[in-house]
Nanobody, 125 residues
Framework: QVQLVESGGGLVQAGGSLRLSCAAS????????VGWFRQAPGKVREFVAA????????YYADSPKGRFTISRDNAKNTVYLQMNSLNPEDTAVYYC??????????????????WGQGTQVTVSS
């Protein structure tokens, strides 16, 4: 079993930056692909970014592309989401998720096996 815990959320002004962390328990984490999703009030949960098991491949949704960077440190069982140039449309609860498949272009929430509880990101204008 894998448990995921997100941190690093908070309140930031438009144009600012945040770095989210997803810390995992269990040695299996280094064999899982990891993704970040977000869900704004009244909206469906949407894919943000994913990183492969090795960390050598990444995949992004169109909206955050060029502004967000996903990375992982398997020695620390942690995945990061660096978010720059934030705007109010980025306001949401951000979730970390992991899956056994290394197909990171499969972006539906149902493709993922494990989920964290989420961390709130609020961007003020």
């Amino acid at each position: 079993q894998v448990q995921l815990v997100e941190s690093g959320g908070g309140l930031v002004q438009a144009g600012g930056s945040l770095r989210l962390s997803c810390a995992a328990s269990g040695r299996a984490f280094s064999r899982l692909a990891v993704g970040w999703f977000r869900q704004a009030p009244g909206k469906v949960r949407e894919f943000v970014a994913a990183v492969s098991v090795s960390g050598g491949r990444t995949y992004y949704a169109d909206s955050p592309k060029g502004r967000f960077t996903i990375s992982r440190d398997n020695a620390k069982n942690t995945v990061y989401l660096q978010m720059n140039s934030l705007n109010p449309e980025d306001t949401a609860v951000y979730y970390c998720a992991a899956k056994h498949s290394d197909i990171i272009t499969a972006v539906r929430p149902g493709n993922y096996n494990y989920w964290g509880q989420g961390t709130q990101v609020t961007v003020s204008s």
